[in-house]
Each structure stands twice: as C-alpha cells, then as structure tokens.
C-alpha cells in the first residue's frame, strides 16, 4: 500500500514549456485534491475531483489543467509554464465521512511533494 | 481575504512542556477542522480533527479545542518533544470538499 505517489518529484522547466504532474492513489479515495504551497501562503487548493470524471476549480485555477480518467489517477497540466508557477506542488485524496451527508470529508493523505521550478 | 489564520509564523518551547499552537477563522460556516504536521521535504500528515458540535477532541498528546463564538481553536501537544519540531497547519471546511488551510506555524522544541 503505496498511499499516495507523486511523478515527478522535482523538475525545472523554462517559461512556455509545459508538463504534467501525475498523482497516484492505492486506497480507492473518491476525493483527490492538487494543491500548491508557497512562502507564507500556506496551501491552496488548484483543483479537486469529486470521483473518476468529474474536475473542479478550487482557489488559484488560472495556468492549470486537471483530469481524472481514472479513479486512482489525478493529472495536473500546465500548458505554458510561467515564473509565478514556481512552488511545490501536493496532492491529496480522501474518503468523505461516514453518514457525513452534507459534504464533509474525512482527512486528505498527502503525497510527498514535486518541487517546479520555473525559469 | 485569508479565512483561515495562524498569527504566530514560529514557536519555541523546550521538551517536556506544552506547545500551544492556534489559529483563527473568519467564517462561521466552517464545520470540521483539522491540524496536519510537516516536516520538510515530505507532505503534510493528518494529527487531530475536530467537529463543530465538540468543543475538544483528545488524542494522545494532542488535544484541539474549539471556541466557535471565538472563531478560535487551539492545538495543544503535550509533553512536547523533540520530534514534535515541525510546521503545522490548520485546515477548515464549510460542508464543502474543499479545504482551506493556515499559512503554518514552525515549531521547534528545544531539548
């Protein structure tokens, strides 16, 4: 039981190029998140998928594209890479809790991390 | 508009005593909160949760409190130790999927 993997785990881009970040999750969670973290901004949410086929925008959505064509899988895209894209990248998945009924979820496992670096 | 907050970026304490680690929220509509644990180079993992229908959950060391007129809750870790030193971030959740989570307080306990 691998939890939650992330590919790559580091990589530098130039502006303009783009790439693709994949997550990966073994614990059949319905809910998968891309968040990402900078200096004194704590994480926010890109994007979030609610189950295998369905996308939505979270705070900062602007420069990223999601997919989830599988269930265990969540991919997030950037077309053109810019310098404010610089930022480690999290994804995360998650149960919603039992008889929750109004929307809460259980917690979010976390993968370890893609630093992106862009120049 | 930062909806949830950590005003306190860094903490020291020395081992053996408490560490109290809080955070402050704007909206009233947040029912479930959570406290998740960094430590460089790794992802955040989940330590407590807390509903809004408690006012204090208790696992361990760890304990939340939850003061909702105060939009205030409260991480208390306690001994604290060395390996505690790590950043932890407050996350809130107004009956949505979504999250939103502090800007993380580094703490450090001193052996």
């Known amino acids: 039981n691998a939890g939650v993997t992330q590919t790559p785990k580091f990589r530098v881009l130039k502006t303009g190029q783009s790439m693709t970040l994949l997550c990966a999750q073994d614990m059949n969670h319905e809910y998968m998140y891309w968040y990402r973290q900078d200096p004194g901004m704590g994480l926010r949410l890109i994007h979030y998928?609610?189950?295998?086929?369905?996308?939505a925008k979270g705070e900062v959505p602007d420069g990223y594209n999601v997919s989830r064509l599988k269930k265990q899988n969540f991919l997030l895209g950037l077309e053109s890479a810019a310098p404010s894209q610089t930022s480690v990248y999290f994804c995360?998945?998650?149960?919603?809790?039992?008889?929750?009924?109004?929307?809460?979820?259980?917690?979010?496992?976390f993968g370890p991390g893609t630093r992106l670096t862009v120049l | 508009d930062q909806q949830v907050k950590q005003n306190s970026p860094s903490l020291s304490v020395q081992e053996g005593r408490i560490s109290i680690l809080n955070c402050d929220y704007t909206n009233s509509m947040f029912d479930y909160f959570l406290w998740y644990k960094k430590y460089p180079a790794e992802g955040p993992t989940f330590l407590i949760s807390?509903?809004?229908?408690?006012d204090k959950n208790e696992d361990g060391r760890f304990t939340v409190f939850l003061n909702k007129s105060a939009k205030h809750l409260s991480l208390h870790i306690v001994p604290s130790q060395p390996g505690d030193s790590a950043v932890y971030f407050c996350a809130a959740s107004a009956k949505t999927y979504k999250y939103i989570f502090g800007t993380g307080t580094r703490l450090k306990v001193l052996a």
């Open positions: 998928s609610v189950g295998e086929g369905t996308t």
């Open positions: 995360a998945s998650s149960y919603p809790l039992p008889g929750a009924g109004q929307g809460s979820t259980d917690t979010q496992y």
């Open positions: 807390i509903s809004s229908i408690k």
